[in-house]
């Protein structure tokens, strides 16, 4: 059974980095059929697609994030990555990661980690 | 503002039959299979429904899905209480270069 898990900080100062890994266990990031994704859900509203990355480092990000967005897979630990500079409290969300089965569907999805930007 | 359209509120009674719309344009639902998403109060979403109208395995096959043009819908039949969730969908979008969802559609059990 595939399992993703997000780790890092929970709390980040504004204009500082948010880092965030996201842990494949049960089955290798390394398949060419998936993309590896990083979606995010402010409290009490949508969802939205930041950007995502397949095992041999081509990567998609979100035009309205692009410029502070940098998504980075590390096949030895079957972990990939997610940062996201400047952020402000617009950031603020439950940081999400997921597997997708390429341009069709989020298939399997992480539990979600409660990131909070604040001073 | 989200790219797709779905209405923000469903509802109905314990058997009853609700639908769901997601309305898109030709670069995401026009050209590209929607998915559906129900995500239940502080967890993560779940899969409900890919390719427009397939079911992952466990989902009840009171739920359907469907495409017509730049529009998509799911449909809950023989409502239950466990139903009551938020509801997304969500397609590949080829002028964005990146996947667009809608903005989630919250459906009550009277």
């Known amino acids: 059974q595939l399992q993703l898990q997000e780790s890092g900080p929970g709390l980040v100062k504004p204009s500082e980095t948010l880092s965030l890994t996201c842990t494949v266990s049960?089955?290798?990031?390394?398949?060419?059929?998936?993309?590896w994704d990083w979606i995010r859900q402010p409290p009490g509203k949508g969802l939205e697609w930041i950007g995502s990355?397949?095992?041999?480092?081509?990567?998609y990000y979100n035009p309205s994030l692009k410029s502070r967005v940098t998504i980075s897979v590390d096949t030895s630990n079957n972990q990939f990555s997610l940062k996201l500079t400047s952020v402000t409290a617009a950031d603020t969300a439950v940081y999400f990661c997921?597997?997708?089965?390429?341009?069709?569907?989020?298939?399997?999805w992480g539990h979600g980690t409660l990131v909070t930007v604040s001073s | 503002q989200s790219v797709l359209t779905q209405p923000p509120s469903a509802s109905g009674t314990p058997g009853q039959t609700v639908t769901i719309s997601c309305s898109g344009s030709?670069?995401?639902?026009?050209?590209?299979?929607v998915n559906w998403y129900q995500q239940l109060p502080g967890t993560a979403p779940k899969l409900l429904m890919y390719?427009?109208?397939q079911r992952p395995s466990g989902v009840p096959d009171r739920v359907s899905g469907s495409k017509s043009g730049t529009s998509a819908s799911l449909a809950i039949s023989g409502l239950q209480s466990e139903d009551e969730a938020d509801y997304y969908c969500?397609?590949?979008?080829?002028?964005?270069?990146?996947?667009?969802f809608g903005g989630g559609t919250k459906v009550t059990v009277l």
């Open positions: 049960g089955g290798s990031i390394s398949s060419s059929s998936y993309y």
């Open positions: 030709s670069s995401n639902i026009g050209s590209y299979t």
């Open positions: 990355i397949h095992y041999i480092g081509s990567t």
């Open positions: 997921a597997r997708e089965y390429t341009i069709r569907e989020f298939d399997s």
């Open positions: 390719s427009n109208n």
């Open positions: 969500a397609a590949w979008d080829d002028s964005l270069s990146g996947w667009v």
